[in-house]
């Protein structure tokens, strides 16, 4: 984000994204098997490239056995697997993948996905709010999510993407207002995330970690409470 050299590892751009096409390939369709159902639906679509998949496929794992171990369900060897994975390199790779997307250009919905998985991994590492380049993480995956006027397979995705920017969206007085407008326009446009119990169901489609769900609900309450005053107030 800032062009400094990455302190983990050494950065290698690709020139462009590469997009399957249907039949896919056995290893990819095993990947796109191992995605929570909103993820493998838009992938299913050939909407995503092959290196945004393979975000996905290894985020998959990583998160699943992160709510393993919250439910203290994980085998000794899942909490080995998490002691030794480096979640830092999927952020790096999402940044070489929007880089890449910035020269190829492809689906617009995925500069919002690089932005919206590099802060989930900062919520679920502990991280976020805590980078110096934080702030302008959010500005840009809010001002990616403005930009896509989503196609019916793309719109759960939108939902969850902005339910992420939302929650990050707190705590700067400028993007907590765009974070609430979000929501507003939600709430607006798709009349079953009025009810918590079927915007759960979308967000669980895909990446799902409980301490965020909690805010999420927060959120979203607070959000159904601006629009309950709306009408009194005018």
Not at 25 to 48: V, W
Not at 63 to 91: G, I, N, S, W
Not at 195 to 216: I, Q, Y
Request: with cysteine; glycine share 4%; aromatic share 10%.
């Amino acid at each position: 984000m800032t062009g400094a050299a990455s302190k983990f590892s050494p950065t290698k751009p690709i020139e462009k994204l590469d997009y399957p096409t249907h039949p896919f390939f056995p290893n990819l369709c095993a990947a796109i098997a191992t995605m929570p159902k909103g993820f493998r639906d838009l992938a299913l679509e050939a909407a995503l490239s092959v290196q945004m998949l393979q975000i996905l496929e290894r985020m998959s794992k990583f998160v699943m056995l992160v709510d393993r171990v919250l439910q203290r369900a994980a085998t000794t060897q899942e909490v080995y697997f998490l002691l030794l994975y480096k979640p830092h390199l999927v952020v790096q790779d999402a940044y070489i993948c929007l880089g890449a997307w910035n020269r190829s250009g492809g689906s617009k919905i995925e500069p919002a996905l690089c932005y919206g998985l590099i802060a989930f991994s900062w919520i679920v590492m502990g991280q976020a709010r805590v980078s110096p380049v934080y702030w302008r993480l959010v500005q840009n995956l809010v001002n990616s999510i403005e930009r896509v006027e989503p196609r019916e397979y793309e719109t759960e995705c939108i939902i969850w993407l902005s339910m992420v920017a939302a929650v990050h969206c707190q705590g700067l007085h400028e993007l907590s207002k765009r974070g609430g407008l979000l929501l507003d326009r939600l709430l607006q446009r798709h009349a079953h995330t009025q009810e918590w119990n079927s915007l759960e169901s979308v967000l669980r489609k895909f990446f799902w970690h409980k301490p965020l769900a909690t805010e999420w609900k927060d959120c979203w309450k607070a959000a159904i409470l601006r629009r309950s005053r709306r009408p009194s107030e005018g």
